[in-house]
């Protein structure tokens, strides 16, 4: 669809749904994730809908991404508990070509792969990479090497525990900017402890950490940051402007806004009262 919310045109067709859409640089091709049966799996399409292939059809795999060559892809292989824990706290990082399907883990030796790694986002040129990890201790923003080298903690939050909500700050779904020099990402007190994960009821408690939903913008190299607003899933347009998300009880589901420069305007992208997803720019 257009800016506006005008021509738009559905591309896939699916029992249980299809989410997390991300458009190739070159702006030919489609990686998405579909729910068939059991699993989540990783689809690649034309950017018409037509031409549909699956890529990784086993197991919880989610957030899928492209390389600069628009034939690699990476993504989140999560495993399944049945706590109801945060997904990304047992995740790796792995990397598919579209083209034969071969595919490997992306971090592989000891140190890297103790810990979490997940929701990854490929530097312009492809040489970096950004990605959470609980290395750390909390979830948090790193950078490295696209094997996973040199990799360094960018985005220090201002307080690393909310003494009122009694839980952790943490940090997610990071997103480069495309001229490389920054990084978007959320960062907050995580939904696992609302009532509906917790199994306890505490509507002031939800809005409490509803309220610490904000999308931060840090240089690549770590030594700017700075509070963008309140929202979730950052994305960035073509021309490097910033988009965040949050819930609108005015018109029932999400609001989601963009930098103009000049200040922010709305992207009527979601009609009112609908569910939504993440969303993905063409080039």
């Known amino acids: ?33 579909e729910q068939i049966n059991h699993a989540m799996t990783i689809r690649v399409c034309d950017i018409h ?59 592989s030796n000891k140190e890297q792969i ?32 696209l094997d996973g080298n040199d990799a360094k903690l960018i985005s220090k939050p201002d307080s690393e525990y909310h003494e009122k909500i009694k839980a952790p700050i943490e940090q997610k779904v990071p997103t480069w900017s495309p001229d490389g020099k920054w990084i978007a990402h959320w960062e907050g007190v995580e939904m696992t402890h609302m009532s509906r994960f917790t199994g306890v009821n505490n509507p002031k408690k939800d809005q409490m950490i509803a309220s610490t939903f904000h999308v931060w913008v840090v240089s690549s190299d770590g030594k700017t940051r700075r509070k963008f607003g309140k929202g979730d899933d950052p994305t960035w347009s073509p021309d490097g402007y910033v988009t ?13 806004m963009i930098d103009t420069g000049d200040g922010e305007k709305e992207l009527p992208i979601v009609p009112p009262k609908k569910n939504w997803g993440r969303f993905t720019w063409l080039p």
């Open 1 to 33: 669809m257009k800016e506006d919310g005008t021509k738009s045109v559905q591309l896939t067709h699916s029992k249980k749904g299809c989410q997390m859409p991300n458009c190739s640089p070159n702006g030919k091709k489609l990686v998405y994730m």
């Open 114 to 145: 103790k810990f979490s790694n997940g929701m990854p986002s490929v530097s312009p040129k492809g040489d970096r990479i950004a990605f959470v990890s609980n290395r750390s201790g909390t979830m948090r923003i790193w950078i490295s090497d």
């Open 49 to 107: 809908g037509e031409n549909t292939k699956t890529i990784i059809g086993e197991g919880m795999n989610v957030i899928p991404s492209w390389m600069p060559d628009s034939l690699h892809i990476i993504w989140m292989k999560v495993q399944p508990n049945k706590e109801k824990k945060d997904p990304v706290s047992n995740a790796q990082i792995y990397i598919a070509n579209t083209e034969t399907g071969q595919y490997r883990r992306l971090f």
């Open 244 to 256: 965040r998300a949050f819930p609108d009880p005015k018109r029932g589901g999400p609001n989601v």
